[in-house]
Each structure stands twice: as C-alpha cells, then as structure tokens.
Nanobody
Framework: QVQLVESGGGLVQSGGSLRLSCAAS????????MGWYRQAPGNQRELVAD???????NYAAFVKGRFTISRDNAKRTVDLQMNNLKSDDTAIYFC?????????????????WGQGTQVTVSS
C-alpha cells in the first residue's frame, strides 16, 4: 500500500518561512512527478508546485520567487521551502504523487494524495 506522509506545517507570522516535507512509501512503481497542492476554505484545490523525476519544476504564479520545490528520487521525498509567507498562503497543503505502473502494453497512471498539513499565516 502506498502512503504519502507530510510534515512541517504550522503557524507562522507573515513574512516568515516554513518547510514542508513529504515521504512516499510502499510499492509505487515509476514516479512521474511529485508536488504540492493547497486548498483554502471555500476554494478549490490548486497546484502550488511540482517536479518531475527528471528535475523539471512547475510553479503557480502566486508562489514564484517565494517557494522552492526539491526532490530526492532515491529517498522518494519532496520538500517545499516556503519563504515570505503571506496570509493568502493559509491553506491545507497536500502532497501529490503521480505514478505509472503495469506492463508496457497497459501502463496505468494514478494520482495519489497525502492527508494534508495545515499552514496558517498570521498577519
């Protein structure tokens, strides 16, 4: 069974920093990408940043220059360094993993999610 375990959320003042970590365990197969999404009350879940196994990164416009995503393929972890946090960053942050598995002729892609970790930024 695949598990994604997040850590690092909490309460921080505006302008402060937090680092989120996510570790994947279990029989995963091939990891295509790992990343972070967030969901604020009343809003839809949205992409924050993701990174492919080849190291290509993708950031939402609202975090560019403030957040940095990194990944350790061997450890199957993904981290999100969040600097200069704003009150608008307050949300539950979810670790995301996209994997592929199965025989070559019938590859299956699947999205997996962590339980989420709360990030609260006070103004």
């Amino acid at each position: 069974q695949v598990q994604l375990v997040e850590s690092g959320g909490g309460l921080v003042q505006s302008g402060g920093s937090l680092r989120l970590s996510c570790a994947a365990s279990g029989r995963i197969g091939s990891i295509d990408s790992m990343g972070w999404y967030r969901q604020a009350p009343g809003n839809q879940r949205e992409l924050v940043a993701d990174i492919t196994s080849g190291g290509f990164t993708n950031y939402a416009a609202f975090v560019k220059g403030r957040f940095t995503i990194s990944r350790d393929n061997a450890k199957r972890t993904v981290d999100l360094q969040m600097n200069n946090l704003k009150s608008d960053d307050t949300a539950i942050y979810f670790c995301h993993l996209r994997r592929s598995y199965g025989p070559v002729e019938r590859v299956v892609s699947e999205d997996l999610w962590g339980q989420g970790t709360q990030v609260t930024v006070s103004s």
